[in-house]
């Protein structure tokens, strides 16, 4: 597995990813969704760091670390991040991805199995055709007019209820991501780069069956994005899936209520450690 995954990496052009670090003990590395850095994960890992070293990653393209100029699909993400657990954390580790972040943890799981210890996949979806795509919701062509947006406007866009309806009933979580959107701006051609590197993705499926790896599939009941059902079939098709459902919540069910998710995650992972 080791050799496989160092000709994958050999393939891939490898970014040097910025870390954030927090906590003690055993390790847990997190990669954040779609258009935003580590800040998205930061509520979660603070009810992990009591009992876990907490890396969290900005991946290509966001926050502090370095932009491609040339397309990139979800396996060079999973590269970089696979490079930072290899040279930087040690393996195995438990890894954390949210959305598009939960894309790049089923590639590693594919990639390197050996790597990760378990995973935890938040508010995520698969690919092939059996997974209702992101894009019912995000065409092209919406996309394309987030490119004529100012930041203050995607900021504020990026947080309407088609996204995330339950997010108004959580003001401290709304205000979370407005202030952090609007303080940590991204680069909208970086946006629109993870837009296609996901819409490749989504076309072809991973073998999900042969993932032997503990992971733990978490959504929000709410989720317009990628429905509950998505997440019921990714832990169907994962054998040693585990799935949690958070009522009343949607797509940023762990910024609305990070302390029953973190401590799911913990229950989860303390049978694992």
Known sequence: MLAQADERLKSRTVLPLYCWKSGTGPLVLGIAGFGCAHWLLRPLAAQLAPQFT???ADNRGMGRSPKDDAPFDIEDMAADILAIIRHQIGEPVHVLGV????????????????AIRTATILCST???PHFRPLFLYWSL???????????????????????????AAYPEAYDFMLQHRLAHPEDLRQVMAQYHAMSRFFLKPLDLGAVKTPVLVACGEQDPVFPVANSQLMA?????????????????FFVEKPGEVGQAILEFLARHV
Do not use: C
């Open 141 to 167: 062509q919406q996309m394309q007019k987030v490119l004529q947006m100012s930041p203050d406007a995607y900021a504020r866009w990026i947080l309407e209820p088609i996204v995330s309806p339950s997010l």
């Open 126 to 128: 698969s690919g092939g």
């Open 236 to 252: 169907r098709m994962l054998p040693n899936g585990e799935l949690i459902t958070f009522p009343n919540t949607d797509h940023l």
């Open 54 to 56: 907490v890396w969290l």
């Open 99 to 114: 959305s598009m972040g939960g894309l790049i943890v089923q590639s590693l799981l594919t990639m390197a199995p050996d």
